[in-house]
């Protein structure tokens, strides 16, 4: 990914609903009721800002559903995705 930052968005079981965290200072950025609200039309690329980045989405469980990139012209050639 080079020099995008990085932010995961996972389930928090003690409030009961989806942060948004920054890899680099573990930081909560913002937080969603579902993950159905996270990851509807643009709403994760207006949480990571102009800047964009690269966002892992996990399952409720703690595997990995997917990876998503923004803006969509910086996601790297060679990925499978």
Do not use: C
């Not at 709403?43 to 102009?50: E, F, K, M, T």
């Amino acid at each position: 990914m080079g020099n995008l930052p990085g932010y995961t968005l996972t389930h928090d079981d003690r409030n009961e609903d989806w942060a948004l965290k920054n890899d680099a200072t573990g930081r909560t950025v913002r937080r969603f009721d579902t993950k159905e609200e996270a990851t509807k039309g643009g709403v994760l690329q207006d949480a990571v800002g102009n800047q964009g980045g690269s966002v892992k989405i996990q399952k409720e469980n703690g595997l990995y559903q997917e990876e998503r990139t923004y803006p969509r012209s910086r996601d790297p050639r060679s990925s499978k995705g």
